[in-house]
């Protein structure tokens, strides 16, 4: 689910909760924690540090899925 979720955040616009429930988590909190433990980041940090870092932070293209 964090992989889904790490592409989706890079990539995409989408609100938190769309990247959750697209991702197979069962809430934006649970998406937090799992993030959390495994990055030390949450997943609003997780999209602004590496978006900026990938690509000058340019705004990705919305994706459904």
């Known amino acids: 689910a964090c992989e889904r979720a790490t592409t989706l955040l890079l990539e995409t616009d989408l609100p938190m909760k769309a990247i959750a429930f697209q991702s ?7 998406m937090r924690e799992a993030f959390s433990r495994r990055f030390s980041l949450t997943p609003r940090e997780y999209r602004d540090r590496f978006r900026s870092a990938r690509d ?3 705004r990705g293209r ?4």
């Open 62 to 65: 919305r994706v459904s899925g």
């Open 24 to 30: 197979g988590f069962r809430s934006d909190e649970q």
């Open 56 to 58: 000058g932070g340019a």
